[in-house]
C-alpha cells in the first residue's frame, strides 16, 4: 500500500478516539447554522427543488444530531447533572416541536409556506443551540460525565445513522 494511504489511517483511528460529546454536538450545531444560512441567503436563486433538497439536508443531518442527544447525550446528562433537569426537559419539548416542523418540510412544498417553515425552523434551531451552549454544556462539564467517552458512543452512533440513511429502506431492513 503506499505510504500516504497507511499514513493517514492512524490519524483517522486517533482523532476518532479523542471525540469529545461536546465538540461534537457544537460542530453539528455549526454544520446546520451554515445550511440555514445558505438556504436562506440562496433561497430566491434557487429553485424551488434546488430548496427542498437543501432544506431536506438540513433535515438529514437534525434528524441524526436529534436522535443521538435523545439516545445518549441527554439521558448520560440527567444521570450526571441533576440542575440539567430543568434545561433537559426544555431541550425535548424544544425537540418535539423541531420533528413537527421537519416532518411538514419532509412532506414538500404543498404552498408558498415552504420557505417559511424552513425559516421557523431555523429561528427553532438557533434557540435550542444558544440554550445548550450558554447554559447546558457548562453544567454538564462541571459534573462528573466523561465527555470523551460519552463523545465516542455517540460518534459510533451518528455513524450508523448516516450510514442507514444512505441504504434504500430494502437494504436497512435485511
Do not use: W
Not at 22 to 38: G, Q, S
Not at 50 to 58: F, N, P, T
Request: hydrophobic letters at 35%; glycine letters at 4%; aromatic letters at 4%.
Amino acid at each position: 500500500m503506499p505510504r500516504s494511504q497507511t499514513s493517514s489511517h492512524p490519524r483517522t483511528t486517533a482523532r476518532a478516539k479523542k471525540t469529545n460529546a461536546i465538540a461534537l454536538l457544537k460542530a453539528d450545531h455549526e454544520k446546520v447554522e451554515a445550511l440555514f444560512d445558505r438556504y436562506e441567503k440562496q433561497k430566491e436563486k434557487m429553485t424551488l427543488r434546488q430548496r427542498e433538497q437543501l432544506a431536506g439536508e438540513i433535515c438529514g443531518e437534525l434528524k441524526v444530531h436529534t436522535q443521538i442527544e435523545e439516545e445518549i447525550f441527554y439521558p448520560a446528562a440527567r444521570e450526571a447533572c441533576e440542575e440539567c433537569e430543568d434545561m433537559l426537559d426544555e431541550a425535548d419539548v424544544e425537540h418535539a416541536s423541531a420533528k413537527q416542523l421537519i416532518a411538514e418540510i419532509e412532506g414538500g412544498p404543498k404552498d408558498e409556506h415552504f420557505d417559511a417553515l424552513v425559516k421557523v425552523l431555523g429561528e427553532y434551531v438557533k434557540h435550542h443551540v444558544k440554550e445548550e451552549q450558554n447554559e447546558l454544556f457548562p453544567e454538564i462539564r462541571k459534573s462528573e460525565l466523561d465527555l470523551d467517552e460519552l463523545g465516542e458512543q455517540m460518534a459510533a452512533r451518528k455513524q450508523e445513522l448516516v450510514s442507514g440513511e444512505r441504504q434504500s429502506p430494502r437494504e436497512a431492513a435485511e
